[in-house]
C-alpha cells in the first residue's frame, strides 16, 4: 500500500544536539512538506519542497534544514539553533497540479531532554 | 502569513447529537479542505471543496464552501464515539502561488456514549 512513512514514531534529544527526523513516501507525489503541531495550536509550515533539489522556507524555518535529493524523502533536520523544539512533526505529500488534498505521515514526537 | 479562525476551539457532545464547525478568513480562499486528526496521528482528509456554494458529503459529514468563498462548515450528524478527534480546516488563498496550505487551529471534539 502506498502512503508516507515518518520514523521514528517517537525521538529524544540533549540540548545541543542535531537530530535528523525520517519521511519517505512511495505516492509517487511532487510536492513534500513538514508542519510543526505544538498543543493548542495549528499546524505551521517550517518547509516544503515542489520539486527534487528544490526547497523553500515556511513560516517558522530558522532552526531547521531539509534536503530533497530523491523524490521519495524529504528528510528535516532540526539543529541546535532551534530555541524550543519539542513537538509533533508532521510530514505530508501532495500530487502535481490540480489536486491539493495533503497525505499525512503518522507524525514524529521530538521531546528534548 | 494567512490566518483562518475556526470555531468552536473545542466541543463536548452527546453521542447521537449532530455537530456544527466552520472556519473564516478575511480573504478569498480557493480550495477549503476538512481534516480529522486521532490523538498522536497524521491528520486525514476528510472532504475538499473547490468550488463557491459546493456541497459534498462524505458519510454522516457534510461539508461546504461558502457564497463569500471566506468560509467554509463541516457538520457532523448521528455523532458516534470513534467521532471523538481534532478537525482541521485548511484552506487555500486566492492569491498564494504554488500548493501551500493553512490550516485552522482545530475543533476538539469530545463524544460522550
Known amino acids: 500500500d502506498g502512503g508516507i512513512t515518518q520514523s521514528p514514531k517517537y525521538l529524544f534529544r540533549k540540548e545541543g544536539q542535531n537530530v535528523t527526523l525520517s519521511c519517505e513516501q512511495n505516492l509517487n507525489h511532487d510536492a513534500m512538506y513538514w508542519y510543526r503541531q505544538d498543543p493548542g495550536q495549528g499546524l505551521r509550515l517550517i518547509y516544503y519542497?515542489?520539486?527534487?533539489?528544490?526547497?523553500q522556507k515556511g513560516d517558522i524555518a530558522e532552526g531547521y534544514s531539509v534536503s530533497r535529493e530523491k523524490k521519495e524523502s524529504f528528510p528535516l533536520t532540526v539543529t541546535s539553533a532551534q530555541k524550543n523544539p519539542t513537538a509533533f512533526y508532521l510530514c505530508?505529500?501532495?500530487?502535481?497540479?490540480?489536486?491539493?488534498?495533503?497525505?499525512f505521515g503518522s507524525g514524529t514526537r521530538l521531546t528534548v531532554v | 502569513g494567512q490566518q483562518l479562525n475556526q470555531s468552536p476551539q473545542s466541543m463536548f457532545i452527546q453521542e447521537g447529537e449532530d455537530v456544527s464547525m466552520n472556519c473564516t478568513s478575511s480573504s478569498i480562499f480557493n480550495t477549503w479542505l476538512w481534516y480529522k486528526q486521532d490523538p498522536g496521528e497524521g491528520p486525514v482528509l476528510l472532504i475538499a471543496?473547490?468550488?463557491?456554494?459546493e456541497l459534498t458529503s462524505n458519510g454522516r459529514l457534510t461539508a461546504q464552501f461558502g457564497i463569500t468563498r471566506k468560509d467554509s462548515f463541516l457538520n457532523i450528524s448521528a455523532s458516534i464515539p470513534s467521532d471523538v478527534g481534532i478537525y482541521f480546516c485548511a484552506g487555500r488563498p486566492r492569491e498564494t502561488s504554488g500548493s501551500r496550505l493553512t490550516f485552522g487551529e482545530g475543533t476538539q471534539l469530545t463524544v460522550n456514549p
Open positions: 471543496l473547490y468550488k463557491a456554494g
Open positions: 519542497s515542489q520539486i527534487v533539489n528544490d526547497f
Open positions: 505530508a505529500s501532495r500530487p502535481g497540479q490540480g489536486t491539493y488534498g495533503y497525505t
